[in-house]
T-cell receptor, first 109, second 115 residues
């Protein structure tokens, strides 16, 4: 079957660094997406990885290991506005997204 | 209009009633999607459309129907609502070329409560 696993909730301190992990099992693989979702709002696109390695985009970076079925999202210099849920989604062989339940990130001052 | 709009924003509906959730995009994206989001679960695909005139079933299609008469609009209909359809519904679109870079963009969502 197809499955995405990520932690339910994480807590971090303002100004610190946090890593949100995601493991996936899909029928075929066409890339890994990360989305941010603030409470009561729509998901918004953060990053896409299809090749192994690290993609850096400002304070946010995303890593992929296809052989391990593993990705992480790294958030640096945390700000209070980063408090949100972070959704991991893998694209299967039919180009459909399989979504994780999301990781709620709580930032404390 | 900029991006994707959904209507209504929220709705309380009696069980057994028919309801249509509206979705319109102005990005000329060929692909559109309907998801439901429930607490503790990932987004689940209800129906999708790769291009105007075609539709397909997702992971949880039962009790829902869609149509895609043109590029911009993708309404979702609940023929006879049941309490288990209480959820937040998101419409999304992508400029899909059948490639992995097909990023999906989401509307603001409709919060539906079926009593």
């Amino acid at each position: 079957g197809q499955n995405i696993d990520q932690p339910t909730e994480m807590t971090a301190t303002e100004g610190a660094i946090v890593q949100i992990n995601c493991t996936y099992q899909t029928s075929g693989f066409n890339g890994l997406f990360w989305y941010q979702q603030h409470a009561g709002e729509a998901p918004t696109f953060l990053s896409y990885n299809v090749l192994d390695g690290l993609e850096e985009k400002g304070r946010f970076s995303s890593f992929l290991s296809r052989s391990k079925g593993y990705s992480y999202l790294l958030l640096k210099e945390l700000q209070m506005k980063d408090s949100a849920s972070y959704l991991c989604a893998a694209m299967d062989s039919n180009y459909q997204l399989i979504w994780g339940a999301g990781t709620k990130l709580i930032i404390k001052p | 209009i900029a991006g994707i709009t959904q209507a209504p924003t929220s709705q309380i509906l009696a069980a057994g009633r028919r309801m249509t959730l509206r979705c319109t995009q102005d990005m000329r994206h060929n692909a559109m999607y309907w998801y439901r989001q429930d607490l503790g679960l990932g987004l689940r695909l209800i129906h999708y459309s790769n291009t105007a005139g075609t539709t397909g079933k997702g992971e949880v299609p039962d009790g829902y129907s869609v149509s895609r008469a043109n590029t911009d609009d993708f309404p979702l209909t609940l023929a006879s609502a049941v309490p288990s359809q209480t959820s937040v519904y998101f419409c999304a679109s992508s400029d899909s070329k059948g490639q992995g870079t097909d990023t999906q963009y989401f509307g603001p969502g409709t919060r539906l409560t079926v009593l």
